[in-house]
């Protein structure tokens, strides 16, 4: 059983930074992709970032430019540095780890408890 913790959240002003982790436990060799998801208030999950076992890295536009997913293997753990924060960062951040592809459905995933963000302006 793949278990996912998530931390680093908080709250920030607007042009902050923060660094996310995702620490697995029970980490299975069949999980392929790691990615970062978020919600706010009021909407639907949405993706925000991806890095596959081989390192292959993804990001929504939302983020690009301003955010970085990174892996240490040796540890099990997946960051996302975010910088240049905005109020529209705010959420709910979750990682989750699939099989093969972080597009897949999100009960073929493991899901961590969420970190929250909040970014004032």
């Known amino acids: 059983q793949v278990q996912l913790v998530e931390s680093g959240g908080g709250s920030v002003q607007a042009g902050g930074s923060l660094r996310l982790s995702c620490a697995a436990s029970?980490?299975?060799?069949?999980?392929?992709?790691v990615g970062w998801f978020r919600q706010a208030p009021g909407k639907e999950r949405e993706w925000v970032a991806s890095?596959?076992?081989?390192?292959?890295?993804y990001y929504a536009d939302s983020v690009k430019g301003r955010f970085t997913i990174s892996q240490d293997n040796a540890r099990d753990t997946v960051y996302l540095q975010m910088n240049g924060l905005k109020a529209e960062d705010t959420a709910m951040y979750y990682c989750?780890?699939?099989?093969?592809?972080?597009?897949?459905?999100?009960?073929?995933?493991?899901w961590g408890q969420g970190t929250q963000v909040t970014v004032s302006s």
């Open positions: 989750a780890a699939f099989p093969l592809s972080c597009g897949e459905p999100p009960d073929r995933g493991y």
């Open positions: 890095i596959y076992k081989k390192g292959q890295t």
């Open positions: 029970g980490y299975s060799y069949n999980t392929n992709c």
